[in-house]
């Protein structure tokens, strides 16, 4: 039997609380999308705040603590700028101490990553990033390496949250974590069709030679692109499967292990490539790496051993601005950078190795200086990203921490600035049903069961509401699409309501 859609929505204003006193048109009107959108059997959250006075405007469940998703990113951010500030930068260096090479991570989890490289003047490649930081060697004089120790001791050595489903462990979205990042700690592989019926080709980025790939995919002349891979067990053993037509232009992404040996490994074959001699071998410059010198030199990279400090002469840095990060966690919604960030606050806080046990409670110190006690209290941080279910956070808390970052004179333009703005990122294809007249600022937020966005709408004239809809308890399919169109419909009520206060 179907529910009356008068009984789901009186369920909501039961569960709700009231609307704040003068906003009762506004209110009702979002509770009247809350029943159109047949949304039973859900945990809605709604809470808007007028910057200007700093008042709230609607409050439906607005208290309730609910999985935020990746709306979580917005806390995780905002921490890193009150704490690391503005101007911060990730440094990766690599330095020569006698014989030994050493590659110094910051937790940067832009290294080497190709949607930053794109942005860099010249449109600098992965390969050419590797061949720079070995030009920078050769430069500066050292013709031998006998050993390659990675210091990735700035994080601890837990890569994968213990609450991320376990199932989704090999895909882009939940790569695991290192104090030395490289590719954005995934694979790419591009397929290309061989003959009709054969095993097809397939191209790796980053060039990987060592890396095992199983072939059982096959070259079809049916026009299916079905081609897929699957990690083999935990290590870096993939299976490459289905069917191949034409050559990929997009690239299947498998998430990577131990990544900071794979950095270093990446590193000894450019620097054999500069002709640099490692652990014995040599190559004349510009000559190509086969796979069985690759594996012997890569035997001498190591990581270091815990405790030991790395001391050397510095040949080369690579450096990420906060700008940048800030851009790929909210903008772009990219969970390993929000991870490196909440462990990056950990380690600068305690100057011990980040790890999410000492990142969370930093994020909640700074919740609990900007907003309250009680805010923190309420607030559940599991992880940086918002991928683990653990996470709880109200509407009302979220709404209050967006005011609180955008007036604070240090880095309020910079946090406003790293949200999206719809047409890019993950707001690339959101709001094309009506134009807005405000300017929409915001993130998103999707795990199974979960749609949310929370943001900045500003009006012409500059008054700015904050806003927080998170929706939890979504069935897969089609509830699941008019949770993210509710989302959407609060966000065109909201415009409208600032459109008719302009008149």
Sequence with gaps: MRTPRAVVALSFLVASGPVAVGQTELGARIEGLISAAKLAEVQVGVHVRDLAGGRDLVNLAGTRALMPASNLKLITTGAALSVLGPNFEFRTQVLVSGETLILRGSGDPALGD??????????????????SLAASVAGAGVAKVSAIIVDDSVFDRQAVHPTWPTDQLDRSYAAGLSGVN??????????SPGAVGQPPTFVLQPPVPWIEVENRAQTSSSGRQTAWVRRDGDANRFVLSGEVST????????????????????LASAL??????????????????????????????????PGVPTIGRTVATVTTHATEILSRCNK?????????????????????????????????MTLTEALDPEAASTTVISDGSGLSRENRVAPRTLTRW?????SDTRFGSAFVGSLAMPGEGTLRERFRDKKLVASLRAKSGRIDGVRALSGYLTAPDGSRLAF????????????????KQFVEDVVYALDQHLARRRK
């Design 114 to 131: 190709p949607e930053v490289l794109e942005r860099t003047p010249g449109k600098l490649t992965v390969d050419g990033l590797l061949q």
């Design 182 to 191: 490289f590719h954005a700690n995934t694979f790419w592989v591009f397929p």
């Design 247 to 266: 050559a990929a232009r997009v690239p299947i992404t498998i998430t990577m292990r131990e990544p900071a040996l794979t950095a270093g490994r990446l």
């Design 272 to 305: 054999l490539r500069a002709g640099v001699t490692v652990a014995g071998e040599r190559v004349e410059p510009g000559s190509s790496v086969s796979r069985a010198m690759s594996e012997r030199v890569g035997a001498a990279v190591r990581l270091v051993e």
């Design 332 to 364: 772009d919604s990219e969970n390993l950078y929000a991870e490196a960030l909440l462990k990056r606050l950990g380690h600068e806080v305690t100057g011990e190795a980040g790890s999410w046990t000492n990142g969370c409670s930093v994020i909640r």
């Design 402 to 406: 967006l005011d609180s970052m955008q």
């Design 468 to 483: 927080s809809v998170i929706v939890n308890g979504l069935k897969k399919g089609e509830q699941e699409l008019q949770g």
